[in-house]
């Protein structure tokens, strides 16, 4: 006899072993008991999730010769509908019949008695696929068909399908089934086959199925194809070119350990295997999650992949605050994956970037003099080990306030200040802010905006300071107390906006999802206050230009094939020229 696959080995042949759609199945098992069977049903949901078992299961309860609703599965009826054999149920797939002389040829069957059961049933597989000459044909019969009939129809798209149907049938919407209800069913199956399994392949069977029981049983399938009698982790990974959750947190750490070498070793391992890219960038977004629950709640409940000893050992090197920013990263890269013809450098570009990354709690604050000098304020002990000591700090800490306060007055004029005591002071005087104290590249400017060309982007790239990023990215959020002011607040909000991607001694560029902000940000008119604001609050003279997210991508892509190509220029032979400086 011919191999049957196990989810059709495994079809529900009762109510009772429908894994998952329990409100559904309420319902109608309700509907039949008390007589009120309707005369069209639409069964809507994710594919695999049980639309076409339910509509046998119901024309099964209606024809069983035990009585409505019984599902005996012994009588010639019952058996019949399991093999697929029932002369008064018939299963039509409207992706292959679905033009209006198909309909038609039904229409004039519906008028017919049954032969063996004591309802005609007609399900209706992928209905929105039919034209809309056929469900205009198909109308009227829908609407008042003959007492021996009725019409289930099955869709994973109800959008599609017209309102005049949608009007005429009772609607059922299939969720996808729960990890819970596939993992009780494929331990059922997998028992009664013999074969030996851990929870740890079931689950990662469960990932990769996405809520849908058919697809849960094709995968068990496949791998049992494989590995024969036993069912394992390992199986399933080769198969479906898949990493191990142990390879996965490996590879986190590495990132947080910022070691770039083991991070492309890694990378280029994925490479030669064939690893799914796209799948592994979800799957690290997953136990990011977990460490992210877990850091902020301490509570293990919730967690998805990872054990309670792993994810105590994640969340000792990865807070909250990091989680996050770790997991913004990936999300951006999933959706950046749709806009580019390879995924495998921009995920290495990706992997980069989260090496690169570093909380505010890691950074050293620069000492020397022409480096950047963010005001600072230290906010006093709460509880110390004396009282004398905590008074003695809360004086130190007002009086080095006292004196940045002074040094910003030295500097230049300013605007009335506000009665809070946390108010920055910024350069109202035309002559202070004259073109005199603002530099500008030279031979960028492009009518009445800046436009930087690639070779030069690259330059920059090549003598950036990652600590003077660093001190940036940890001062940043200064920039917030500033957008009430009443001249540069419109500016202040647009830098707030974005996000620092490379920094050198006097050029900045930040990176904005609105390609308006970034036409804004790069006007010459603008450049003034712009410098006027990063020289204020960090104390640094640059030349600041913002960049899109695609143009983002894009440069760091460039940077990165230059490097592994061994043709970036050597930051000392750079020389970018400044007019103003």
């Not at 006899?1 to 309700?30: C, D, S, W």
């Not at 392949?201 to 199925?209: G, H, M, P, Q, V």
């Not at 304020?377 to 009086?399: C, I, M, T």
Request: aromatic residues 6%.
């Amino acid at each position: 006899m011919a191999y049957k696959a196990l989810y059709r080995t495994y079809r529900p042949t009762t109510f009772e072993e429908v894994a998952g759609q329990q409100h559904i199945v309420k319902t109608i098992r309700n509907a039949l008991t008390t007589g009120k069977i309707a005369h069209a049903y639409l069964f809507a949901g994710p594919r695999g999730t049980g639309k076409t078992t339910m509509a046998k299961l119901l024309a099964k309860a209606l024809n069983c010769e035990h009585g409505i609703g019984c599902q005996c599965n012994e009588c010639k009826n019952c058996n019949a509908i399991n093999e697929g054999t029932h002369p008064d149920v018939l299963e039509i797939d409207a992706a292959s019949n679905n033009g209006v002389d198909e309909i038609r040829d039904l229409i004039d069957k519906v008028k017919y008695g049954t032969i063996l059961g004591k309802y005609k049933v007609y399900i209706i597989d992928e209905v929105h696929m039919m034209t809309a000459g056929a469900f205009n044909a198909l109308l009227k019969t829908l609407e008042e068909p003959p007492e021996h009939v009725i019409f289930i129809l099955a869709t994973t798209e109800p959008h599609k399908i017209l309102p005049t149907i949608l009007s005429r049938c009772q609607r059922y919407d299939f969720s996808k089934v729960s990890d819970n209800d596939i993992k009780e069913r494929l331990k059922t199956i997998l028992e009664n086959e013999n074969i030996d399994y851990n929870d740890e392949a079931i689950n990662l069977i469960i990932s990769l199925a996405d809520g849908g029981m058919r697809d849960a049983l094709s995968i068990l399938d496949q791998v049992l194809a494989y590995s024969g009698d036993k069912l394992s982790v390992q199986d399933v990974l080769d198969i479906f070119a898949l990493e191990s959750k142990e390879e996965k947190i490996n590879l986190i750490n590495s990132i947080v350990d910022g070691d770039v070498s083991d991070i492309l070793n890694r990378l280029n391992s994925y490479i030669e295997r064939g690893t799914d890219i796209k799948r592994l960038t979800n799957d690290l977004l997953v136990i990011l999650k977990d460490v992210l629950i877990y850091s902020s709640s301490n509570n293990t409940k919730y967690l998805q992949v990872l054990k309670e000893d792993e994810v105590i050992k994640l969340s000792d090197k990865i807070d909250a605050s990091r989680a996050m920013e770790m997991i913004t990263i990936l999300m951006n890269a999933l959706k950046d994956y749709k806009n580019v013809t390879a995924i495998n450098p921009l995920f290495e570009v990706t992997l980069l970037r989260l090496a690169s990354f570093r909380p505010q709690n890691d950074q050293k604050p620069l000492q020397k003099p022409d480096e950047l000098r963010p005001l600072r304020y230290e906010k006093p002990f709460d509880k110390g080990p004396s009282e004398e000591l905590r008074k003695q700090y809360e004086s130190e800490a007002v009086a080095a306030k006292a004196s940045q306060e002074q040094q910003i007055v030295k500097q230049a004029p300013v605007v009335e200040p506000q009665k809070s005591a946390e108010t920055i002071s910024l350069f109202d005087d035309e002559s202070v802010a004259s073109d005199e104290n603002v530099i500008y590249v030279n031979g960028t400017e492009v009518n009445d905006h800046y436009e930087i060309d690639e070779k030069t982007m690259v330059d920059i790239m090549v003598i950036s300071k990652k600590d003077i990023k660093n001190s940036l990215l940890e001062n940043w959020k200064n920039l917030k107390r500033l957008t009430a002011h009443p001249k540069l607040g419109k500016i202040v909000t647009m830098l707030v906006d974005g996000h620092p991607l490379v920094v050198s001694q006097k050029i900045m560029v930040l990176e904005y999802q609105s390609d308006n902000v970034v036409e804004k940000m790069n006007l010459i008119e603008n450049q003034k206050d712009i410098q006027n604001v990063i020289r204020t609050v960090f104390g640094k003279k640059m030349f600041i230009y913002a960049v899109n997210r695609k143009g983002s991508i894009d440069l760091q892509q460039k940077y990165m094939n230059l490097l592994q190509l061994s043709r970036l220029p050597k930051a000392e032979t750079i020389q970018i020229d400044f007019i103003g400086d």
